[in-house]
Every structure is written in C-alpha cells, then in structure tokens.
Nanobody, 122 residues
C-alpha cells in the first residue's frame, strides 16, 4: 500500500516557477514508477510527466517538455515536479500517482494523491 500527499501548489505569475512535492509512505515506494497528472476546470485529467523507478528514465507531455522536470529522492520517499516558465494554461489541480509501470494512461497507476492547486496568472 502506498499513500501519496502532494504539496507546493499556489498562485504564481506567468513566467514564474513552482516546485511540487509528492511525499509517499509505504515500504515499497522505491519499486513503483511515479507520475504527475493535472486537471484543469472543465477538462479531463491529462498526463504531465513520469519517472521510472529502476533507471530513473523520464517522459513528458509535449506541452511541458523543456519547462518541467520530474525527479525523485528515494531516501526521502519524495517525488518532485519543478515547473519553470509557467503559463496561464498550466493552471490546474496537479496529482501525483504511483504504479507498477509508468505510462501516459491513468489506468496504469494504482495510487493517487489528493491533488494540489496551481494557478498561473497572466
């Protein structure tokens, strides 16, 4: 069993930066792939980024590539999403997730956090 808690959301001006954190509990955290998703008002939840537990390889949605960086600290059982050059269209509730295989599809993730709000003003 893995429990996930996001933090670090807030209000930022366009062009600014935020770092989201996802703290995980559970002894098997290190064996799970991890991902970030987001959901804007009136839209479906979408994939943002993912990181594999074994090799640390990463993948990103085209909309955030070059601006966002996903990472994880195994010693702290924490995953991060560094978000730079933020745009108003990045406004959404951001969720972290854990699963056996990190993909762009929600259904491959078994555990989800409660979400943290990110608002980017123009």
């Amino acid at each position: 069993q893995v429990q996930l808690v996001e933090s670090g959301g807030g209000l930022v001006q366009a062009g600014g930066s935020l770092r989201l954190s996802c703290a995980a509990s559970g002894r098997t955290f290190s064996s799970y792939d991890m991902g970030w998703f987001r959901q804007a008002p009136g839209k479906e939840r979408e994939f943002v980024a993912a990181i594999r537990w074994s090799a640390g390889s990463t993948s990103y949605a085209d909309s955030v590539k070059g601006r966002f960086t996903i990472s994880r600290d195994y010693a702290k059982n924490t995953m991060y999403l560094q978000m730079n050059s933020l745009k108003p269209e990045d406004t959404a509730v951001y969720y972290c997730a854990a699963g056996r295989v990190a993909t762009m599809r929600e259904m491959t993730y078994d555990y989800w956090g409660q979400g943290t709000q990110v608002t980017v003003s123009s």
